[in-house]
Nanobody, 122 residues
Framework: QVHLKESGGGLVQPGGSLRLSCVTS????????MGWYRQAPGKECEMVAQ????????KYGDSVKGRFAVSRDNAKNTLYLQMNNLKPEDTAVYYC???????????????WGQGTQVTVSS
């Protein structure tokens, strides 16, 4: 079955960097666009980044443009999110997702990992 597992989260100071990874299995990774999403307590689920099957097209949420970069290694079935110049408002649980359905900020379908916590604080 489809399995997504994120790693790389942690506590970082403002201005710092983290690299998240999402190892996948159970499907042909190179056949699917993938995405990173995040959700902070009491807030809606937010699209962070999306990447095409071949990795040649990307899309970012307005709040992370210019600071985050999504990439993928289809040979390793792995999705990445490089996060630079982190801000306290980036604090959230970060999820990778396949075929996600998010309506009105709620995760309603698709395949999601268990998430990895990112905390930006001094």
């Amino acid at each position: 079955q489809v399995h997504l597992k994120e790693s790389g989260g942690g506590l970082v100071q403002p201005g710092g960097s983290l690299r998240l990874s999402c190892v996948t299995s159970g499907f042909t990774f190179s056949n699917y666009a993938m995405g990173w999403y995040r959700q902070a307590p009491g807030k809606e689920c937010e699209m962070v980044a999306q990447i095409s099957r071949a990795g040649d097209s990307t899309k970012y949420g307005d709040s992370v443009k210019g600071r985050f970069a999504v990439s993928r290694d289809n040979a390793k079935n792995t999705l990445y999110l490089q996060m630079n110049n982190l801000k306290p408002e980036d604090t959230a649980v970060y999820y990778c997702a396949k075929d996600p359905t998010v309506i009105a900020g709620r995760r309603l379908g698709g395949y999601w990992g268990q998430g990895t916590q990112v905390t930006v604080s001094s």
